[in-house]
């Protein structure tokens, strides 16, 4: 089955921590990029970091570098997001995506052909 799946979402004060994970099924693993997007209550999707499994190159959005890192485990078939001193504004809903942004694209939806259901991230002041 070609899919991802999300875990690791929870509650946290601001300036803790969380690790989300995305299991990813071997159809997808090591043959697309991988990225994380989030989505808060009125506000579109955006992306915040993009792996390349087969390479190893990462990219993140500005708001989030210095604070959050995208790594893999390979044995695992798993991607992670370390997401370190936390903001109010980072609470949204966490996906994970995969699929081939050529050209630059990193946080474009629509060059994503499969997603994840999303884990919810929550930060209280």
């Known amino acids: 089955q070609v899919q991802v799946v999300e875990s690791g979402g929870g509650s946290v004060q601001a300036g803790g921590s969380l690790r989300l994970s995305c299991a990813a099924s071997?159809?997808?693993?090591?043959?697309?990029?991988m990225a994380w997007f989030r989505q808060a209550p009125g506000k579109e999707r955006e992306g915040v970091a993009v792996l390349y499994t087969s390479g190893g190159d990462t990219y993140y959005t500005d708001s989030v570098k210095g604070r959050f890192t995208i790594s893999q485990d390979n044995a695992k078939k798993t991607l992670y997001l370390q997401m370190n001193s936390l903001k109010p504004e980072d609470a949204a809903m966490y996906y994970c995506?995969?699929?081939?942004?050529?050209?630059?694209?990193?946080?474009?939806?629509?060059?994503?052909?499969?997603w994840g259901q999303g884990t919810q991230v929550t930060v209280s002041p």
């Open positions: 995506a995969a699929g081939r942004p050529y050209g630059g694209a990193w946080f474009t939806e629509s060059v994503y052909d499969f």
């Open positions: 071997s159809a997808i693993y090591g043959r697309y990029y």
